[in-house]
């Protein structure tokens, strides 16, 4: 885990949702990519926080297969969705190589006054 900028506390609603969002993110690297590694990156910013989670994609040699791991659509993605939705946020998701990319911005509730 890397996180950057100052640490501050958090509305609750807003640490929630990110906790929340992190979590899933990793769960989906153990559903869908399996054996893989994963880098989870928090960051503080002036207005808004950053989660971010970026898999490599399972240890496979064939290309194909490794892609293959990826298919399948459940509530994960949609719920990131509508948690980022809450706080005025953006989400940002797709594959990378053989791997899969969130990118999850919350904006703070000073930042939506």
Not at 46 to 55: G, P, Q, S
Not at 68 to 87: N, P, S
Not at 93 to 108: E, P, Y
Request: proline share 4%.
């Amino acid at each position: 885990m890397n996180v950057r900028g100052a640490a501050r506390a958090l509305p609750p609603g807003v640490e929630l949702s990110a906790f929340r969002i992190a979590q899933e993110a990793l769960t989906n690297v153990v559903r869908h990519a399996g054996p893989t590694t994963a880098k989870l990156t928090i960051e503080f910013r002036n207005d808004d926080l950053l989660i971010e989670v970026t898999d490599q994609g399972p240890v496979v040699p064939d290309e194909r297969a490794a892609n293959e791991q990826h298919v399948g659509a459940g509530h994960g993605l949609i719920g990131m969705g509508e948690r980022v939705a809450l706080f005025d946020g953006q989400l940002r998701t797709g594959k990378v190589g053989t791997g899969f990319h969130v990118n999850a911005v919350l904006r703070t509730e000073e930042s939506l006054r």
